[in-house]
């Protein structure tokens, strides 16, 4: 069987953690080997990453952040996502180049050019077999955004929105799904599910 490559992304809050477990879950139901994953993080060098990036203090200048987050997702890459793909497995990530797309191009303000090109490098030029953007509105992300917030997550509201405009109008560009992620778990899972079936011809529900 060959696996596909599925990427949620959206805005802090937005829910797509929860939804990359339950894709998962379906996938696997369904009689396939799904590996659920995220970014940044997943390995032990993007583990030391991550803190570096997400620890509240840190001042970390737009450049480094970007090419930080492109570090891990090298690691990422080769120690989980390739590897799983090889096999004939399904890779479900939290996350993946788009994140660096809206947050760094979006919210930071560099370069989506330059960030294309740096994650091209990084990542070998594996790119997603589907997108799927939750989108939430700003009301439900702050709701459902951590009591501990980390760096991201304290960014100012003008921030989260320039990274929420950036994932609707690069998704528009990119053909990447979008789901209305304001509704119940269950529902926004029967949604993606839907998505999967529809653009992947893959039965999730
Ligand atoms: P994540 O662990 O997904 O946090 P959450 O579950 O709260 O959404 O990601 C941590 C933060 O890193 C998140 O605020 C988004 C940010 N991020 C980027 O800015 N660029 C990237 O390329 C990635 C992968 C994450």
């Given at each position: 069987?060959v696996?596909v ?39 032990p060098?993007g583990?030391?990453?991550?803190n ?14 970007a090419?930080?987050?492109?570090a ?26 788009p994140s ?5 191009g979006?919210?930071?303000?560099l370069s989506?050019?330059?960030v ?10 594996l ?5 799927i953007?939750?989108d ?12 501990a ?10 921030f ?10 690069l ?12 509704a119940?778990?269950?529902t926004?899972a ?6 999967v ?9």
């Open positions: 069987m696996g490559f599925i990427v949620l992304e959206g805005a802090d809050g937005s829910g797509k953690s929860t939804q990359v477990a339950r894709l998962a879950e379906r996938l696997r139901s369904s009689g396939r080997e799904a590996v659920a994953t995220f970014e940044p993080g997943a390995t060098v583990a030391a990453v991550r570096v990036l997400l620890e509240r203090d840190a001042h970390v200048v737009p450049i480094a952040e090419l930080l987050m492109a891990d997702r090298a690691q990422h890459v080769v120690e989980i996502v390739r590897p799983a793909l090889a096999r004939g497995a399904d890779v479900v990530s939290d996350r993946y180049v660096s797309l809206a947050y760094q979006g919210g930071r303000g989506l050019e330059l294309d090109a740096v994650n091209r490098w990084a990542t070998g030029g790119t997603p077999d589907l997108v953007v939750i939430v509105s700003e009301r439900v992300a702050r709701a459902r955004r951590d009591a917030p980390d760096r991201f997550e304290r960014e100012s509201a003008e989260h929105a320039r990274v929420r405009d950036a994932y609707r109008k998704a528009a560009e990119r053909a990447w799904a979008v789901v209305d992620g304001d119940d778990v269950d926004v029967a949604r993606v599910s839907a998505v079936s529809e653009r992947l011809g893959i039965d999730a529900s």
